[in-house]
């Protein structure tokens, strides 16, 4: 994943790669929608109370909605419950999306990420399967092909 890929990920969802500061991401870029979807899926309450919160403020007469300052409680804990990344990976071919303080909830979309990954070239994002070629890739047709003409040249 690209360096301007990954901060385009952190403006997206601030609150998630603000709370894990520094770790590690090196995965290939075809990799960036499932990560992102993740990233989506994991940032979900903190954003659908936020729209609540603001909601609430441009429109104090709601009957349909909680006071101001239960739900600044909620975004609070919503904040807390958010998990700390810790490491994005590739290993064995698929992705590996270390979390910590993370919700069964949370770990459940985690594992399907991970599986998504598993039919998805890591290098352009296309349909791909797991191939072998000294590591363990999940490749679409033609970068298979480009992996086997290169390594034939390293022969």
């Not at 969802?13 to 290939?28: A, C, H, I, M, R």
């Not at 919160?53 to 419950?81: C, G, M, Q, R, W």
């Not at 993370?102 to 070239?121: K, L, Q």
């Amino acid at each position: 994943m690209s360096d301007e890929e990954f901060e385009n990920l952190a403006k997206r969802y601030p609150d998630l790669f603000q709370k894990s500061k520094n770790f590690e991401l090196s995965v290939g870029a075809g990799w960036h929608n499932i990560i992102d979807t993740l990233c989506s899926i994991i940032s979900c309450r903190v954003e659908r109370v936020r729209q609540d919160l603001k909601y609430a403020t441009e429109n104090p007469n709601s009957e349909f909605i909680k006071p101001v300052n239960e739900i600044e409680k909620d975004l609070a804990d919503a904040l807390k419950e958010l998990p700390v990344i810790v490491q994005v990976k590739e290993k064995f071919g698929t992705l590996r999306f270390y979390v910590q303080n993370a919700t069964p909830e949370i770990y459940i979309s985690i594992e399907f990420a991970e599986a998504m990954s598993s039919r998805v070239c890591e290098v352009c994002g296309s349909p791909g399967k797991s191939t072998v070629g000294g590591w363990i890739k999940v490749l679409c047709d033609k970068h298979n092909k480009k992996r086997n003409i290169a390594e034939g040249e390293n022969l």
